[in-house]
């Protein structure tokens, strides 16, 4: 960790971020900014891009010096996308499905270990925006657990 901040900070110092080429597609996706580094688009497009004030969504109260996990990840695989997304605070205008899903399951998660446990269900649906409809249902025993005490 040490290291990859000193390689940040020097790449700061010396205004120099670098495309990784090997980092365009990770995850089986394209990254964000790939029109921008091939010239194909501009982080002036307001459609498909925005500027964010906290550029750490998934922490509250974090300064730009926080080095979280996801900063690393992505200083690690390319620089010029730690610069835009980090330094200067770009995100795509719309947000991919796959990300907005993994992000409501999280917030489920964290609901779901934050809450009492007669409290877990509700607290989870009302984080992901789900309607309870004020009925929650009781969680049953599984089939097997019967099965294995008789059996």
């Known amino acids: 960790m040490w290291q990859s901040a000193v390689q940040m900070r020097d790449g700061i110092a010396a205004n120099r971020h670098p495309r990784n080429p090997d980092a365009c597609v990770r995850y089986g996706r394209t990254c964000e900014f790939f029109d921008v580094c091939t010239g194909g688009a501009s982080l002036d497009d307001t459609t498909r891009f925005v500027r964010v004030e906290n550029v750490h969504v998934e922490l509250t109260d974090a300064d730009e010096r926080v080095l979280s996990v996801s900063r690393l990840k992505d ?73 294995a005490v008789t059996g």
Do not use: M, Q
Request: net charge positive.
């Open 75 to 147: 200083a690690r695989a390319c620089a010029r996308l730690h610069r835009l997304r980090y330094l200067d605070g770009y995100r795509p205008a719309v947000e991919p499905e796959a990300l907005r899903f993994g992000t409501l399951v999280h917030r489920g998660l964290e609901a779901w270990w934050r809450s009492r446990p007669d409290e877990r269900l509700t607290a989870a649906l009302a984080a992901i925006g789900a309607p309870t409809n004020g009925a929650v249902p009781k969680e049953e025993e599984p089939h097997h657990a019967a099965a």
